[in-house]
């Protein structure tokens, strides 16, 4: 038995209802002011989270950089029984310095955030461009007098 989990979807097909049925009530120009903060609103704060991981996952790249450093000397001295007090000192220091526990952890979460935040953003794009056509269609309709088919794609 395969399930699958739609929760995403049903919330995204609700609301492109939702903002038909808002776009269909105003009907003027006015609605594309509207619905530019409504894309605003929705995709800011996706765009912020995206950011804020992208910036975590920089600083822990910066981190674990001494670390890597220390780490290849050590090993370049080891093999050439070259390892000194200080050397490994200075290993040790990087090693303490850095919680690599944690950003092996978190380091992949944070990019997996970022690729589901990013396929919001890509789908709320496409949803809200939907949009913009049916407000274009039912304009040009309002303009010529026509009754044309408008459906928003899912």
Aim: glycine share 4%; with cysteine.
């Amino acid at each position: 038995m395969v399930s699958r989990d739609i929760t995403e979807r049903d919330r995204a097909e609700k609301e492109n209802f939702r903002l038909a049925i808002q776009l269909q009530r105003t009907g003027d120009s006015g609605n594309l002011g509207l619905m530019a903060a409504t894309i605003a609103n929705e995709l800011g704060p996706l765009l912020d989270a995206v950011r804020d991981k992208v910036r975590f996952a920089a600083d822990a790249a910066r981190q674990l950089q001494p670390l890597l450093r220390a780490s290849k000397e050590m090993l370049a001295a080891a093999t050439s029984n070259k390892l000194t007090p200080e050397l490994l000192a200075r290993a040790t220091a990087a090693d303490r310095a850095t919680d690599v526990d944690y950003l092996a952890a978190e380091v992949p979460n944070a990019l997996a955030e970022c690729h589901a935040k990013i396929e919001r953003i890509r789908r709320a794009g496409t949803r809200e461009r939907d949009l913009l056509v049916i407000h274009a269609a039912a304009q040009i309709q309002r303009v010529a007098g026509l009754q044309l088919p408008c459906r928003v794609r899912k």
